[in-house]
């Protein structure tokens, strides 16, 4: 099934734009599925997409550390790097901090 601004493929169900290259959302999404394989943890959210020179930048926000209440869980922001189709080509962590602490600007 096609549509004006990409195409759309069965079997993966995600979005393509020009004719191969993953959508943005599509890409982050796939940078941090690899990151959850690799740190055995499930993202939280995607806090940040950055275009780089030869792939993109992706900010995961990860729940390092699960406690009750939730409000007390420890997270931990990473930053993705990945190719132009969104396969990790490696990571770091940025820092961590409770899950209630106002985020300071970088």
């Known amino acids: 099934m096609s549509t004006q601004n ?9 979005r393509r734009q020009n004719g191969g290259s993953p959508s943005p959302a599509t890409l982050a999404r796939q940078a941090a599925d690899e990151l959850a394989e690799l740190l055995g943890r499930d993202p939280e959210g995607i806090v940040s997409l950055e275009r780089a020179e ?8 990860v729940v390092e ?5 939730d409000t007390a869980d420890v997270l931990a922001e990473y930053e993705v790097e990945a190719d132009a ?12 901090y409770p ?7 970088r």
């Open 6 to 14: 990409g195409s759309h493929t069965a079997s993966s169900g995600r």
């Open 54 to 61: 030869d792939g993109w930048i992706v900010g995961v926000e």
């Open 65 to 69: 550390v699960r406690r009750i209440p």
């Open 85 to 96: 189709d969104g396969h990790l080509t490696g990571y770091r962590r940025l820092r961590r």
């Open 99 to 105: 899950r209630g602490k106002a985020q300071d600007a």
